[in-house]
Structure formats: structure tokens, C-alpha cells
């Protein structure tokens, strides 16, 4: 394993997280479901009325993830993305939910949706117009966002486009600041860092203290290479983003994809397994009406949740790459450890990753009780420093396991590292 790149830093103090946006919400990565990714701008219910964005839709997801284990594996929130609204606004200038598709109004969904002990999404955006070309919220920041109070809405998604980027920045500051004189706590999940990017390094102080998160890369796909790619980046640009995560504000890598069509078995388990890792909010694009059994397991995974939900409020790195494998880190709460390495190659069958060649490992001194998560769950027991251990990793594939650090410096030890 030569060709793995091993570059550990260790410091004993932590740099004081920066100040998150004080709503007192999403002090763990927020979970639910979104509807973007798998039902998009879809608004002809008389061809599709199964899959069109109505409230019908919203209602049957809600109805699912209370029946079939989904709220209490921990999703919450059931969000409305783009294409939801009127095309226009109404005498008082407020929005609208497009009276066809929404009879009984955003506020009548969110009632529906509180009495399954749900949370409602709701979707604008920043410029004058939405990404789909339904009404924007320029210019009209605080009517919307009391419109939203008012219809009890627990989540907004405000997306960027149609904005001047130079302006993005005040638009979404402003837009906070609405959220909060409604005195009510709304979600705020931002995609301001996403349409800076192309012009200039965002300021992850700025956006922490006005977002709950914030999406930093493309829309998510149905396909390997889309969740590749969003890796990627992420992992080339972690010394910028993941100091910024912590309880309060996260890094958004966009939806699970899992459940649908694009990913084999493998390569939704590395989805999970990162998205887990990367400290991501859980927001399943999916349809929880017809969803394979072993994809709901997965979804459902409660080891793999409890990665992602870890009470240290830590995202993880990218610590070594090579020979086709790319291993990633989390520190959790209990001197634990969440590693997951990732077969890149996507050709042949499982290959053998050595446990010694983790960068963490070498903090298993003496020792390291080892649970290994997926591809299945298995408690490897006790293994001492030079462990032999040889975890079999599937084609674009992830094996995901924690460690706890048997070892009596632990304490001191902090994991960081620098890009691979
Ligand atoms: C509004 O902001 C203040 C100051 O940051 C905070 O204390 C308060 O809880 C916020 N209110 C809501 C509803 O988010
Ligand atoms: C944000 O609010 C400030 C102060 O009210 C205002 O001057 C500015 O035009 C607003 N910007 C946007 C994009 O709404
Ligand atoms: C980033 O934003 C913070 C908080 O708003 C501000 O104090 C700081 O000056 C900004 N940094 C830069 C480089 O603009
Ligand atoms: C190792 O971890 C497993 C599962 O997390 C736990 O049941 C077991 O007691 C642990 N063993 C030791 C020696 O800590």
C-alpha cells in the first residue's frame, strides 16, 4: 500500500468553531426528504397525477415516512422544492401556492403535515425569479418570509438564481434577518456559497452566521458520476469547507439519490457512507411510496446514522488517496473514529484494503476495537497496532467501520488533515 498517501496533523486545542446563525435549529445535520431530485418541475397532474408537485404528493410522503419506519429512523422534514407556486402574486403581494395542484393551501399541508409529527419545507429564491421561472423573493424578503410564518413552514430552501452574484450575499443576509423578525425559527438552507463560487472564495464566516446550511457544488444527479464528482470537489476543497461545519450549520453535498435508478447497491452504500462522514444533511429524493427493501434498509442504516448525527458535530476528511482506494475520517464523540475507504476502481471484484494503511490507525496504540458497518455489520473485535486486518472493498463500493481508540493519550489527540 506504498502508493497511499499518509499526511496526519495533530494538534492538541481546536480552533473555536465559528459562530453559527442563531435559530436554535440544526444542531445536527438536518434529515428528511426533498422532492427535487427525483420529481422535479413536473406540474401536469392531469397526465401524471401520482408524480406531479401537488399537495397530494407532499401528504402520501408524509403518510410514508410515518408508516414505514422513516421518522423514526430519524427523517423529518418533508420539503417542497421549486415549482410550487402561483405564477403570481396576490393582491397583498404575498405568494401563492398554485390553486390547482395546491386546493387547500400551504397552510393546510403544514397542518397536515404537523399532525404526523412532521416538519414542512417550503422553497423560494434570493433574485426575482426561481430557477424554474416562478416568482422570486427580491424585493419582497420580509412579506414572504412572514408569509411562510404565517402557513407555519418550519424549513426554507432559498436558491440562487436570477441574482446578481455581487448582491447574493446581501440578498441571503437579508433574507436571514426577515426569517428571524417573524420570531418564529425556520431552517434555513442556503445555496448562496454555490452561485459565488464561480466568481469568487466565499466567505464561510459570513454564510455560518446566517445560514443552517448552505450547498456548495452542483445539483445531485441519479448517477455515479454525479456523486463522484460532488466527492471530489468536496474533498479538493475541504481546507476552505470543513472547518465551517459544526451544530448549527453544515455543508449541504445535496441530496441521497438512493432508492431510485442511477446507483448500483455499491455505490449507494458510498453515498450513505460518505454522506455520513461529511457531516451532510439527509435529504432522501426518492419515491417512499415504491422503494426496494434493501435501499430502505440502507436509508434506515441506524449505525450510519448515528455517524451522521454524531453529538461531536465534526465533518470529516479526505486523508489518503491511492492505488485506487481514497480513505475518509470522521472523529466522532467517544474517542471513536468513522472510516470509510472507497474502491474507486470500477472494474473487477471486492480488493483488499489493509486497516494498518488508515492514517488514523497509527493512533491505535495498543489497540482499537474495530465494528465494521457495511457492507454488513460485524464486530471485528479488539485488534492491536499491527493488525492484519484486510477489509474487501466492492467496485465503486464502501467499506465503512468506526475504531475506538483503546489508548491512553486519546484524550489529547485531535484528527485533522491536510488535501490529498
Ligand atoms: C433572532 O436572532 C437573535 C439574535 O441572534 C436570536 O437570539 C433569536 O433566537 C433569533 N430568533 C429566531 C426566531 O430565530
Ligand atoms: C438588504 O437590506 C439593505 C438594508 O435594508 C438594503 O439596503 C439592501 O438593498 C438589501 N439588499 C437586497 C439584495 O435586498
Ligand atoms: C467575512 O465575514 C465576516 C463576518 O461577517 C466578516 O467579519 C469578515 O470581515 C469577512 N471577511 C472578509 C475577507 O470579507
Ligand atoms: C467493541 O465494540 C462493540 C460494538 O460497538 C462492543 O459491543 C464491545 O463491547 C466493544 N469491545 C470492547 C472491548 O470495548
Not at 168 to 183: D, F, H, R, V, W
Not at 349 to 374: E, H, M, S
Not at 382 to 400: D, I
Amino acid at each position: 500500500m506504498s502508493k497511499v498517501a499518509l499526511i496526519l496533523v495533530v494538534f492538541n486545542v481546536m480552533s473555536p468553531a465559528v459562530e453559527a446563525l442563531d435559530n436554535g435549529l440544526a444542531l445536527k445535520p438536518t434529515m428528511g426528504w426533498l422532492h427535487w431530485e427525483r420529481f422535479m418541475c413536473n406540474t401536469d397532474c392531469e397526465a401524471d397525477p401520482d408524480n406531479c408537485i401537488s399537495e397530494r404528493l407532499y401528504m402520501q410522503m408524509a403518510d410514508m415516512m410515518v408508516k414505514e419506519g422513516w421518522k423514526e429512523a430519524g427523517y423529518e422534514y418533508v420539503c417542497i422544492d421549486d415549482c410550487w407556486p402561483s405564477h403570481q402574486r396576490d393582491d397583498h403581494g404575498r405568494l401563492q401556492a398554485d390553486p390547482k395542484r395546491f386546493p387547500g393551501g400551504i397552510k393546510k399541508l403544514a397542518d397536515y403535515v404537523h399532525s404526523k409529527g412532521l416538519k414542512l419545507g417550503i422553497y423560494s429564491d434570493v433574485g426575482d425569479k426561481t430557477c424554474a421561472g416562478y416568482p422570486g423573493s427580491l424585493g419582497y424578503y420580509e412579506t414572504d418570509a412572514q408569509t411562510f410564518a404565517d402557513w407555519g413552514v418550519d424549513l426554507l430552501k432559498f436558491d440562487g438564481c436570477n441574482m446578481k452574484w455581487t448582491s447574493l450575499g446581501e440578498g441571503y443576509i437579508n433574507m436571514s434577518k426577515a426569517l428571524n423578525k417573524t420570531g418564529k425559527s425556520i431552517l434555513y438552507s442556503c445555496e448562496w456559497p454555490l452561485y459565488e463560487w464561480p466568481f469568487q472564495k466565499p466567505n464561510y464566516t459570513a454564510i455560518r452566521e446566517t445560514c443552517n446550511h448552505w450547498r456548495n457544488f452542483n445539483d445531485v444527479f441519479d448517477s455515479w458520476s454525479s456523486v463522484k464528482s460532488i466527492m471530489e470537489w468536496t474533498a479538493s476543497h475541504q481546507d476552505i469547507i470543513v472547518p465551517s461545519a459544526g451544530p448549527g450549520g453544515w455543508n449541504d453535498p445535496d441530496m441521497l439519490v438512493i432508492g431510485n435508478f442511477g446507483l448500483s447497491h455499491s455505490q449507494q452504500e458510498s453515498q450513505m457512507a460518505l454522506w455520513a462522514i461529511m457531516a451532510a444533511p439527509l435529504f432522501m429524493s426518492n419515491d417512499l411510496r415504491d422503494i426496494c427493501p434493501r435501499s430502505k434498509k440502507l436509508l434506515q442504516n441506524r449505525w450510519i446514522i448515528d455517524i451522521n448525527q454524531d453529538p461531536l458535530g465534526k465533518q470529516g476528511y479526505r486523508t489518503a488517496k491511492g492505488n485506487s482506494f481514497e480513505v475518509w475520517e470522521r472523529p466522532l464523540s467517544k474517542n471513536r473514529l468513522a472510516i470509510a475507504v472507497l474502491n474507486q476502481q470500477e472494474i473487477g471484484g471486492p480488493r483488499g484494503f489493509a486497516i494498518r494503511d488508515v492514517p488514523g490507525w497509527k493512533y491505535c496504540d495498543p489497540q482499537c476495537n474495530v465494528t465494521l458497518i457495511l457492507p454488513q455489520y460485524k464486530e471485528m473485535g479488539v485488534q492491536p497496532k499491527g493488525s492484519e486486518l484486510v477489509l474487501p472493498v466492492n467496485p465503486s463500493g464502501t467499506a465503512l467501520l468506526t475504531v475506538s481508540l483503546i489508548s491512553r493519550d486519546f484524550n489529547k489527540l485531535h484528527w485533522k488533515k491536510t488535501s490529498v
